[in-house]
């Protein structure tokens, strides 16, 4: 019996809640006060930690930041395509779904999202190239689906690059906006409305019937 294995799955999940901890006020944090604008030792007293403790987990400033971003990016890869395959076989179920739960993650990611737009400039270039190389990959459950539909002849033949790249920004644009939408919508009415407004363009005019919940916005 391998009796150290409960005492490490502890400590793993107590390092795993400090990371969390740490990267949710780094972004809180640098949203409000901008990457040049916030201090390890800020970033400490946001987190309620030492500063000590941040340099266990990372390297530096530009480490934290790099997985602040990194962390919406790990939760597109593992959970639109477990929203995709919860959906069915529908193709158009499925695109949904897709832009659903990337709607949703940028919901529990908001100030990580906005940051994304104001300072990713700030990362090296080979933390950029990753960054964009990770979007395109996460966006390719999406735009796997928006061919299906077009093949099935239920969507309309649209540049398939431009429609997910259309509602990934619709998604960001929950972040972006925030400020102003948090007055007029919940989450559920942003993604029921732009799904409305999306899906009447690409539903082919007979198949419109079958999907009422989805036009309904």
Known sequence: MNTGSPAEAARSARAEQRRHQLLTAAARLMERDGFHGVSMQALAEEASVSVGLIYRYFGGKDEVLLAVI?????AFASQVPEAIDKAGADPVERTAAAFAAYCTIIDEHRHAAVLTYRESRT???????????????????????????????????VDVELCSYDLLLLAHGWALKYWYFEHSHDLEDYVRTQTALMFGGLLRPEHRSAYPHLLAG
């Open 70 to 74: 990194w962390r919406v990016l790990d």
């Open 123 to 157: 990362l090296s270039a080979e933390g950029r190239a990753r960054i964009k190389s990770a979007e395109v990959e996460t966006g390719r459950p999406l735009r796997a689906c928006l061919r299906e539909a077009i093949d099935e002849g239920l969507f309309r033949d």
